[in-house]
């Protein structure tokens, strides 16, 4: 993975509106490691093959980065992203990392389950 070339990003959805794609989104905030550090709040959320199609997306920010993805009826919004996968050209996979790079927050979008 690579850090966010927003530019990339933009073009990447715009190339996605109106596609039937799934999407796989999951944030977590020491669900995994709350055992091990009692400071760490278990929060987490996840969603992984649900069918969207987005009329307009969106990545703004200065980095870490958000995106938005307007539906017909709502919205998905992930904040928190700071790398993608430059090189995977059929699906959109991005990441945010933390200080220590552990995983934080993930939005994959692509036209085959994942």
Do not use: C
């Not at 709350?34 to 969207?52: G, L, Q, V």
């Not at 539906?71 to 700071?82: A, D, M, N, R, S």
Request: cysteine-free; hydrophobic content about 35%; glycine content about 12%.
């Amino acid at each position: 993975m690579q850090p966010i070339d927003i530019t990339d990003i933009q073009r990447r959805l715009d190339a996605l509106v109106g596609q039937e794609l799934y999407i796989h989104m999951e944030m977590t905030m020491g669900a995994y490691s709350a055992h091990h550090d009692t400071t760490k709040h278990p929060a987490a959320n996840f969603i992984s093959n649900a069918k969207i199609r987005f009329t307009h997306g969106s990545i703004s920010g200065v980095g870490p980065y958000r995106v938005g993805l307007k539906l017909e009826k709502g919205w998905v919004y992930t904040e928190g992203l700071t790398h993608y996968d430059g090189g995977e050209e059929e699906r959109l996979i991005m990441a945010g990392h933390d200080s220590s790079g552990k995983l934080v927050v993930s939005l994959l979008l692509g036209r085959e389950p994942f």
